[in-house]
């Protein structure tokens, strides 16, 4: 023989016909490898964990996901946050309906904003920028964009008060190099 099969052409078919068969005889059949007390003691759980755990796990789960918008406005200092924030809060209570929208807002450039208040980022951005500068961690180049970014506020709207103080402190100061702390908050 030469490597080929020994069956002839027939035989490989009522071999083929009887192993067919062989796997169509029904089978004692099982909803799972245990049985008797031990699945309904798995069903138990299974069925406690479902009531439980589920819908708790579910709520978490749709609340972590309505606040996305929030946190993702409040990395990009969107000088609207606080209303994106209350648009995310509203959409918990109508079920997600509102929630596309205040995604879509978090991720809108404030082009709107930047033409009547001079800038396109909220006043915490510069209340942090300030503590850094104050705390000597701006290079030169930060240090020339805040104060160019005050002066196009003040010269669009009025500052509020903690934002005159830096702006005229920022304008008083010689520029440090970073890692240098302030004395006084004033250089």
């Known amino acids: 023989m030469t490597g080929h099969n020994s069956l002839s052409p027939g035989r490989r078919a009522a071999c083929g016909l009887a192993l067919l068969a062989l796997c169509l005889l029904p089978t004692a059949a099982s909803a799972s490898g245990h049985s008797g007390e031990t699945a309904d003691m798995i069903a138990t759980v299974l069925a406690w964990f479902i009531v439980c755990v589920m819908p708790i796990a579910g709520v978490v789960v749709f609340w972590k996901v309505h606040i996305l918008p929030e946190h993702i406005a409040e ?110 908050g004033t250089a």
């Open 75 to 184: 990395k990009r200092h969107h000088p609207q946050k606080d209303a994106i924030q209350v648009l995310c809060l509203l959409s918990l209570v109508f079920g997600g309906l509102l929630w596309p929208i205040a995604w879509l807002w978090a991720y809108v450039r404030p082009v709107s904003n930047y033409a009547v208040y001079g800038t396109e980022k909220h006043e915490d951005y510069f209340y942090e920028m300030d503590e850094k500068w104050r705390a000597g961690k701006l290079s030169a180049d930060e240090i020339e964009e805040l104060r160019d970014e005050l002066d196009d506020m003040a010269a669009k709207t009025r500052l509020p008060r903690k934002l005159k103080v830096l702006r005229k402190d920022l304008a008083a100061a010689q520029v440090k190099p970073a890692g240098t702390a302030l004395a006084g």
